[in-house]
T-cell receptor, first 112, second 113 residues
């Protein structure tokens, strides 16, 4: 019940295309859902986050869509660029704790 | 504004030894969380400290411990190292209230030989 599932495991997109990564959870107590981007040799960097009272949040080229009833959320990267090539993690947490449950990650490759 | 600083960046230790890793959070942040990242298990939560108290703990053996000082800096200790402890250890810093942004350091790469 503590798991966060993430798909696909890897994704190849052409420059300018849309990258879509999906996550699903079981624990309805989760109330904060961030997405992190990680480059090799670096720590994860926060991209965007959402709470379940909002169905969509957009920041620049990054959009989170959230479906509370389906317990699913997704990251959309518009106009994908080669510089977006990285591993993306969705995560979830609840309450006051900063104890994230992470998805297994999606390795995104954007071809020039 | 300085980011999260982890030291050292790289460590090589022998089985059976112990190791201490350090994390300096962003100024003003009171919560420090620790994570282990491996290719097989991904990112796994170790524990969280808030105002010098352990607030949450993951499912790791007692060989993994931590503490937080009054200036919010945190240390993580692993005793009796095993080969399987080889991983990237990451700490994350945040204000500590629910649903606030957490920022990661670059991690400490621990290799146990």
């Amino acid at each position: 019940q503590q798991q966060v599932k993430q798909s696909p495991q890897s994704l190849i997109v052409q420059k300018g295309g849309i990258s879509i990564i999906n996550c699903a959870y079981e624990n309805t107590a989760f109330d904060y859902f961030p997405w992190y981007q990680q480059f090799p040799g670096k720590g994860p960097a926060l991209l965007i986050a959402i709470r379940p009272d909002v169905s969509e949040k957009k920041e620049g080229r990054f959009t989170i869509s959230f479906n509370k009833s389906a317990k699913q959320f997704s990251l959309h990267i518009m106009d994908s660029q080669p510089g977006d090539s990285a591993t993306y993690f969705c995560a979830a947490s609840w309450g006051y704790g900063q104890n994230f449950v992470f998805g297994p990650g999606t390795r995104l490759s954007v071809l020039p | 504004k300085a980011g999260v600083t982890q030291t050292p960046r790289y460590l090589i230790k022998t089985r059976g030894q112990q190791v201490t890793l350090s994390c300096s959070p962003i100024s003003g942040h009171r919560s420090v969380s620790w994570y282990q990242q491996t290719p097989g298990q991904g990112l796994q939560f170790l524990f969280e400290y808030f105002s010098e108290t352990q607030r949450n703990k993951g499912n790791f053996p007692g060989r993994f411990s931590g503490r937080q000082f009054s200036n919010s800096r945190s240390e993580m200790n692993v005793s009796t190292l095993e080969l399987g402890d080889s991983a990237l250890y990451l700490c994350a810093s945040s204000m500590g209230t629910g649903g606030t942004e957490a920022f990661f350091g670059q991690g400490t790469r621990l290799t146990v030989v």
